[in-house]
Every structure is written in structure tokens, then in C-alpha cells.
């Protein structure tokens, strides 16, 4: 026996917006990031639409990139003194990953951190607050997920937080908010949509339908993240990204991942770089590595009118590169002595991240030393 949870409600298109009219609530708090939907004046109109709706907004602000547990702590004492009963998550997915935590700590105030990052723990939500996520990037798919991550910054570690609870009970995916994101930001993004799609087929616990969602968004970022990238203003492609990345998330959050985010946590903790742009440089390698324990790459080729597992890889390389995004981390500008000292935790850290258990293919801690030293250096995975 099996299930697929996703939010009660998917508002999608150009507009959809507007939908927050619908919504019922009094007070919400609104978590925003850095300022780029309070600076396109998105932040204004999602209070301007609550407000027809009856409900008044208070906003947290300033949710950094990859947020940490101390800004989650600071939004929580917003929800302790205002008491809303709706959080709307505002922006890219670190400003909604970060209002999904504040969620779980203002409705179980004596949980710490350490107990909810245990996978499926968290206690039932929505005895004083119902979530709204509205993404502004085209990637985590975390208005339709049961993930959150949230950084360690002391230990230079994300935790992902895994729990159906977290998963949202509406989701806006209006591609308007996506259209401001730069070339960069908007390649990197898709790369981690695709990688959701990549590793939720092959993951332990896919199913028809999340295969279904993956195979099918796979297909509409190839066909479309190059001219999003290309001409942020065409439409199409921006609200067809929107979509396949809130598939990506479906999928993804019903099957679970695997290693290409094992790796990417601990590269994205210890040296910051963009979390889509180390999932973009590990996949391909991931792939072949994966692809001794699985056939499903074929049904991944087929999506793009070829047959192997090792030509998927290679599409994929050739996306990455029109795309902007470079073949290894030493391209990136990682320096060797930086990355030998970090390697050896890095490595210990993503055997025991929870994405590992999922993987199609258990790696050795050898193993998984030189899928790191191979992305690294770009060099092929032959094991
Ligand atoms: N919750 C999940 O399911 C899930 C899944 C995978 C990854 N993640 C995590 O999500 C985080 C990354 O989120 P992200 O990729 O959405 O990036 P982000 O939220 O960190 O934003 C990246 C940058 O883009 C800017 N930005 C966002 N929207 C913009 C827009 N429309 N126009 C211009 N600039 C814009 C932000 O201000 C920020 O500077 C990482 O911490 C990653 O580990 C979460
Ligand atoms: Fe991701």
C-alpha cells in the first residue's frame, strides 16, 4: 500500500495570483528573503489581496539564501507575539523553506532542532496556522514538497527536514513572480528541478505517479529552461518552468531523492555554492554511477529521443553547458587545498544524510570519496 500527498489546492498561471482572495484566515505572516519581491512589488499585492479576503498581514524580512536555525528562532518570536493563523512563505525556497520551520516551532514550542530533523517526526500542524507557498524560482518545487532545509551555520551542515505535516495546504505557482530571476539564478534553479525529476524516478520509493510527473517535467526543461535563461520575459517558458518545477516537487516528495543531494548538501554548507549549480555539476556522474543498479535512465533517454543511460548523462551535459553552468568544481573556483580539507567530513556527512537511504545505489564510503574527486576534478565515473 502506497500514497502521494500534495497540497489541498495548486493555483497555477500567469495571475494566479489573485487567488489569494480566496483564502480564508485573520492575520498571516508573511516570510519574505533578501527583498526582491517586496522591491517588484509583489510583496505589496500579496498583502493588498489578503486584505480583500479580510485577513490583515505582518512580514518577517531578510531570510537569507541556505536560512539558518537562527533566523527561523527570530521569525517564531514574530509568531509567538502576533498569533497568526495563516504563514504565506513569499519568494524563493529558502524564505518559505524558512516559514515551514517557523510553522513547526510556533506550533510546538519545546521541540528543539535536533528533534525534528529526524525524518517523519514532526507532530501534526495546523492546530493554530494553515500554510501558503508562493515560489519566485523555478527549482525546489517546495511549495509542493514535505521538505524544508534549514543550515547548521556552525557545522556548515543543511538539514533537510522531511515530514508530510510540512507539506503546504496551498501552493500559488504564478511563473510572473519567476520572471524577474537572472540568467544564473534561473539556470541553476531549473538544474535543481531537473535533478529532482532525475533522482525521484530512480529513487526507492517512485510510483506511477510520481514517475508520471518526473518523466513528463523532464521533458519540459530541456524543451524550455535554455530560453528561460535566454529571454527571462517570454512567458511561456517562464509559467512551463514554473510547472515542471512544482511537478519536480511532486514527484520528488512522494518518491524521495538520492545522492545527487546527499553530495550537494554538504558542498552547499561547507563552500556556499548555489544549491542548483552543485546538483547540475554531480548529475551527470551520479547518473552513471546509478546506472549499474538500475535500468529507469532508459525511460529518462526515451523523454529526449535516445536510448541509454550514459546518452541521458550526456544530454545532460550539454544542458548544463548551454546553460552557463561549468563541468566541475574546480571550474566552479574551488581550490584544491580547500577541498582536501574538507573532503574526508564531507564525505562522512552525505553517507549519513537522509537522501543516501533512497539512492538507487548504496556507495561504498570509497566509492562515494570518488564521486566527490571526480565532479571535482571533471573527470568520468566509471564504477
Ligand atoms: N524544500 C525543498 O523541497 C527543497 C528542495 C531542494 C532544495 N532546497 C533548498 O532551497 C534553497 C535554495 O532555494 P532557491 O533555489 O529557490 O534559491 P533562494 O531562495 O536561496 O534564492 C536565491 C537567490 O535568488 C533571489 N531571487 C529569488 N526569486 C527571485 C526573483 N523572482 N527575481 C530575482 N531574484 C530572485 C533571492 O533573493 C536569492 O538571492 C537551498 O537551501 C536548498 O538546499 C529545498
Ligand atoms: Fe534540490
Given at each position: 500500500m502506497a500514497s502521494f500527498t500534495i497540497p489541498q489546492k495548486i493555483y497555477h498561471g500567469p495571475g494566479s495570483l489573485e487567488n489569494l482572495k480566496q483564502v480564508t484566515g485573520k492575520k498571516a505572516l508573511i516570510v519574505i528573503g533578501g527583498g526582491s519581491m517586496k522591491r517588484l512589488g509583489f510583496l505589496d499585492k500579496t498583502i493588498n489581496l489578503l486584505q480583500e479576503a479580510g485577513i490583515s498581514s505582518v512580514v518577517f524580512e531578510?531570510?537569507?539564501?541556505?536560512?539558518s536555525v537562527e533566523t527561523v528562532m527570530r521569525g517564531v518570536e514574530l509568531c509567538n507575539r502576533e498569533n497568526p493563523d495563516l504563514i504565506v512563505g513569499l519568494g524563493g525556497c529558502s524564505a518559505i523553506d524558512a516559514a515551514k520551520a517557523m510553522w513547526v516551532f510556533y506550533e510546538y514550542p519545546d521541540a528543539t532542532f535536533g528533534e525534528i530533523?529526524?525524518?517523519?517526526?514532526?507532530k501534526p500542524l495546523r492546530n493554530k496556522a494553515r500554510f501558503v507557498a508562493i515560489p519566485s524560482t523555478s527549482g525546489t518545487g517546495t511549495e509542493a514538497t514535505c521538505v524544508a532545509v534549514i543550515t547548521d551555520t556552525a557545522k556548515g551542515i543543511k538539514h533537510p527536514l522531511v515530514s508530510y505535516e510540512i507539506c503546504p495546504d496551498i501552493a500559488i505557482v504564478d511563473g510572473e513572480l519567476a520572471k524577474s530571476m537572472p540568467a544564473d539564478i534561473t539556470a541553476n534553479t531549473g538544474m535543481d528541478a531537473l535533478s529532482h525529476d532525475v533522482e525521484a524516478v530512480v529513487a526507492a520509493l517512485a510510483s506511477t505517479y510520481s514517475d508520471t510527473m518526473a518523466l513528463r517535467s523532464i521533458r519540459t526543461i530541456f524543451d524550455t529552461l535554455p530560453q528561460a535563461c535566454a529571454n527571462g520575459e517570454d512567458m511561456a517558458a517562464r509559467q512551463a518552468m514554473h510547472d515542471a518545477s512544482c511537478m519536480a516537487g511532486m514527484a520528488f516528495s512522494n518518491a524521495i531523492l538520492g545522492i545527487i543531494h546527499s553530495i550537494s548538501h554538504q558542498i552547499g554548507g561547507m563552500f556556499g555554492v548555489p544549491h542548483g549549480r552543485a546538483n547540475a555539476i554531480l548529475m551527470p556522474n551520479v547518473i552513471r554511477f546509478n546506472s549499474r543498479a538500475t535500468d529507469k535512465y532508459e525511460l529518462m533517454a526515451k523523454e529526449l529521443g535516445k536510448e541509454t543511460a550514459e546518452e541521458f548523462a550526456t544530454e545532460v551535459e550539454k544542458l548544463r553547458r548551454t546553460v552557463g553552468i561549468e563541468d566541475s568544481f574546480k571550474a566552479y573556483g574551488m581550490t584544491p587545498e580547500a577541498w582536501q580539507e574538507k573532503l574526508d567530513a564531507m564525505v562522512t556527512n552525505a553517507l549519513a544524510d537522509p537522501c543516501t537511504g533512497t539512492n538507487p545505489r548504496q556507495p561504498s564510503e570509497e566509492e562515494m570519496k570518488q564521486i566527490f574527486e571526480c565532479c571535482f576534478n571533471g573527470e568520468v565515473v566509471t564504477f
Open positions: 531578510g531570510v537569507e539564501a541556505d536560512p530533523t529526524a525524518p517523519f517526526t514532526i
